[in-house]
């Protein structure tokens, strides 16, 4: 990446940590030798699909960089190439010292428990304090290796090897994570597996740390804990992220990886989120504008070459018995003037390419034909029960209901029932007590926080994700993306839950490309699967939006975007969310606490 200044043409800000040769990085108290991660024009990509082209990164102890940009723009492809799961097609990453990786998504072996994740991310550890007992064991205070023994002693105060086990249980225990040793992995929600593996890889304590989307899981409480980790990580930390919040509270740099006009990404040296959103604003303005007047200079351009090329046919012609070769003489003139003007124009054009999509909001309604009055959705007291006779959710003496254009924030710690509330109001859980009143002919848009709940109607059923099972499930993500918008468009109107003339077309959106859309699901990155996912819920034009943490995979831009469409659309709307900036941008909506 040669990376420019957020909206100055020409002016190289450089490489994280300095432009130019990899500096000397300051070394980690204890760590043996210097802890620096650099990636040298890497590029990377899928068959049929460039991800990284040329991308440059210089990051020595003490940077904490923070990778933004839109779904799909090669973010987590980019961390995995750092990690050296991926070898990159052409240029090097280097890597000084321990690497530890949370990615986004976890496979999970069969029979694998907490203590099975613990025990790997305290290898290291356990290593490196049965090396130094093994050199003291053997050390002769005579012909002993002086400098073995200084080597093993820093690894271990390093690591604070004798710290490690209570640094696991203080991680799990703040993050909200399960502790118990014996839990198993494949009965835990996702939220808890994520919570489990980023509390060992904090307790690790690797010299470069890697993370994708660390605060997708986390509530409050455990996203303050993770920032203060972050902030005294001595080593290097390169976090992708959608979490504007945290882009303030942690990061030295931003590096986007969204093409800027002259096609490269962009470094930042401003950490504010405030001032990096300005200035890729300024820049988007500058590049739609020149966009715009290139398309008007090539429509121009192609009518005065059909008027120069058309002449030709009309030309003067001389008077019979002069002379015969006039008319072609000055045919010929014509050509040539016209491949001059041809020439001249395609030297001055400038190719600029198409702009990033902006997310174009559908004017969603705000009631249903014949609406008598009264709320679109109400449920009252609604209890939903758990295992072990622990309710999910028990809001004894609470009533939410939602009138046209309504607005309603649900926020609480994790487990506090947020996402069981949601999935009360869809209809998607049965209640235990309590009821749930929809309006005739109310339509329900349902974003779900993994993966999608598509859109619910009246009678409170829901059109299947993938009826007929896993075998269905899979044929359903090997279909295109324009495919399976179909697909849900039909069983929506078998269902009832559709009216074909308010149908939001998946490509007016501006959520994803067409490109995008002809690709199977598979094969979208999970943050465009999650656009994709918003918009199946804006598909029947619902008069009703539940949003269970809408902010999660998604861009920055996107949820800038989203944010604003969500405050001036006239349907009702409930979010429920933990992110810290869109519950400040939401601070004037009736706010339910749970927990």
Known sequence: MSATRGGSRGQPLGTVGGAGPVPAAAPVPGAVGPVHLVADAVTFGYPGRAVLDRVDVTAPAGTRLGVVGENGAGKSTLLRVLAGELAPQDGAVRRAGTVAVVAQELDVAPAATVGTLVGESLAGVRAASARLEDVVDGFDHETGDLAALTEAIGRVEHLAAWDADRRVDEALSRLGAPRDPDRRLDELSVGERYRVRLGCRLAERADILLLDEPTNHLDVAGIEYLTAQLRAWPGVVVIVTHDRQLLDDVMTAILDLDPSMDGRPVLYGATRYATYRF?????????????????????????????????????????????????????????????????????????????????????????????????????????????????????????????????????????????????????????????????????????????????????????????????????????????????????????????????????????????????????????????????????????????????????????????????????????????????????????????
């Open 279 to 595: 200035a890729k604003t300024q820049a988007l303005r500058r590049w739609r504008a020149r966009y715009t007047a290139e398309r008007k200079r090539a429509a121009r351009l192609a009518e005065r070459l059909d008027a120069s090329y058309e002449g030709l046919s009309d030309e003067w012609r001389p008077p019979k018995g002069s002379d015969k070769h006039r008319r072609g003489t000055r045919a010929r003139q014509h050509v040539k003037a016209a491949d001059r003007l041809v020439q001249r124009l395609e030297a001055e054009a400038v190719e600029v390419p198409v702009p990033p999509l902006e997310l174009t909001f559908p004017d969603l309604p705000s009631v249903p034909d014949g609406y008598p009055g009264g709320p679109l959705l109400d449920v009252r007291a609604p209890r939903v029960a758990g295992a072990g006779g622990r309710d999910r959710l028990d809001l004894a003496g609470t009533r939410v209901d939602l009138p046209p254009c309504g607005r309603l924030l649900v926020t609480g710690a994790n487990g506090a029932g947020k996402s069981t509330l949601l999935g009360a109001l869809a209809g998607t859980l049965a209640l235990d007590r309590g009821a749930r009143t929809l309006a005739a002919g109310v339509r329900v848009g349902v974003l779900g926080q993994e993966g999608l709940d598509g859109v619910v109607h009246g009678r409170g059923t829901r059109a299947a994700r993938h009826p007929g099972g896993s075998a269905r499930a899979g044929a359903a993500e090997r279909e295109s993306g324009f495919d399976a918008y179909a697909r849900r468009a039909l069983e929506l109107l078998e269902a009832g839950a559709l009216d074909t003339t308010r149908l939001v077309p998946v490509a007016s959106l501006g959520l994803l490309s067409e490109e995008d859309l002809d690709r199977p699901l598979e094969e979208l990155s999970v943050g465009q699967r999650r656009r994709f996912d918003l918009a199946c819920a804006l598909l029947a034009a619902p008069h009703v939006l539940l949003l269970d943490e809408p902010t999660n995979h998604l861009s920055i831009g996107l949820v800038d975007e989203l944010t604003e469409a969500l405050r001036a659309t006239s349907a009702a709307v409930v979010v429920a969310t933990h992110d810290r900036k869109m519950r400040a941008d939401l601070a004037d909506w009736p706010e339910l606490v749970l927990g």
